[in-house]
């Protein structure tokens, strides 16, 4: 998995430096990117939970889904699925993180001509009405389409510290799963939006 993390951002063109002296110096918007940079890869994992849950869900209430940062910590994604005879669907959840970081990322800088690296830990709140929301409408379950959005505050640590607030909004393919469930298609998935960290701001646009 962090094999193709890294390969992924490396397509994708995303940008960031190594933690190091010249830090301090770093400008605002770069700041955002890297703090963006660190949580990429759980955005991706926070919606595949997401659909995790809706497919095991009895009622309402979806029991928790957990998976690990690749080097320390949790995430897990809690809340509500529409579990009705309609096939528009919603999921309302809620995205917690304790002690989260994918580790060492390694990408190229801003101009492609080398790779640095960063390390950075993520944490939410931990009261469910705090913590980071990610709202999924679903249409003709189970082959239609589905759109989103993603926002909220993280807390950050490691070799730059502060807080990153994403305002992202997502559109994709839905798939047959098969034996009743439904899934994202692979590859159809567009998120766009804002990370914000002070007066720095990080411009997202990627496909997943």
Known sequence: MAISRLLLIS???LTLASAC???DALDSDEAARRLYLGLDGSIEDSLNLGFDGYNAASSANIDPQTAPGLDTGTLTITGQVDKGNSTNKEMRLHVGMV????GVL?????????TLTIDLTYDTSTTQADQPYLHLSLRNVPTGDFTGELTGLYHVSGDLAGDV???LTMAGTLADGGNGTVIRAVGSTTITGTATS???VYTV????
Not at 106 to 114: E, M, R
Not at 205 to 208: I, S
């Open 198 to 200: 002070g007066d720095g």
């Open 165 to 167: 607030t994403l305002n």
């Open 99 to 102: 002690e989260f970081s994918d």
């Open 11 to 13: 397509v994708l063109g």
């Open 21 to 23: 002296g010249s830090d």
């Open 106 to 114: 390694t990408i190229p800088t801003a101009d492609g001509n080398d």
């Open 205 to 208: 646009n990627l496909t997943r």
